[in-house]
Antibody, heavy 121, light 107 residues
């Protein structure tokens, strides 16, 4: 079955850019939407954005000015870049597959294990 | 953004109990509502989609209902593995938003 694995630095300095990659295994990245979600320590879930395998994106307006999500179908990967990070960006970052339920919206049905990113000097 | 409010925020119950968690949206979201279960240190798991449809592989003791602004997740007979945090999530409008979570603890 499809599995997702996040990778990237666990420590990022303030004002720098957070970069993470999600590798999709056990299936193709094609024909699906793929999402990033984060969870600050001890808090709830925040949707960052999603990308279609063709490259079209949709971002959370609260993060849109700092977020870029891209896809590399040849590597079966998609990536997250978040610029100008602060301590408030410290969180567990999850990648996930988006599943559309016809006319009843969408959800995330396959998730990576998550990777902790700490913003600190 | 649509605000999702869950109640209660925490709940103590015993194995075998019937448990209901409520999620209220700040505006009507039709049936664009999903439920997730998250255990400590793990990623969320999709349980219910479109308010009342059971995700494949999820035990039938889980059920969801509601439409518009008010939704419920019911666990008919709690099992030891059900003690976790539960989140609702709307996909009616961007950004999709989650409730603050309901922590289900063993009594």
């Amino acid at each position: 079955q499809v599995q997702l694995q996040e990778s990237g630095p666990g420590l990022v300095k303030p004002s720098e850019t957070l970069s993470l990659t999600c590798t999709v295994s056990g299936g193709s990245i094609s024909s699906y939407y793929w999402s990033w979600i984060r969870q600050p320590p001890g808090k709830g879930l925040e949707w960052i954005g999603y990308i279609y395998y063709s490259g079209s994106t949709n971002y959370n307006p609260s993060l849109k000015s700092r977020v870029t999500i891209s896809v590399d179908t040849s590597k079966n990967q998609f990536s997250l870049k978040l610029s100008s990070v602060t301590a408030a960006d410290t969180a567990v970052y999850y990648c996930a597959r988006v599943l559309w339920f016809g006319e009843k919206g969408y959800g995330m049905d396959v998730w990576g294990q998550g990777t902790t990113v700490t913003v600190s000097s | 953004d649509i605000q999702m409010t869950q109640s209660p925020s925490s709940l103590s119950a015993s194995v075998g109990d019937r448990v209901t968690i409520t999620c209220r949206a700040s505006q009507s979201i039709s049936s664009y509502l999903n439920w997730y279960q998250q255990k400590p240190g793990k990623a969320p798991k999709l349980l219910i989609y479109a308010a009342s449809s059971l995700q494949s592989g999820v035990p039938s003791r889980f059920s969801g209902s509601g439409s518009g602004t008010d939704f419920t997740l019911t666990i008919s007979s709690l099992q030891p593995e059900d003690f976790a945090t539960y989140y609702c999530q709307q996909s009616y409008s961007t950004p999709p938003t989650f409730g603050q979570g309901t922590r289900l603890e063993i009594k």
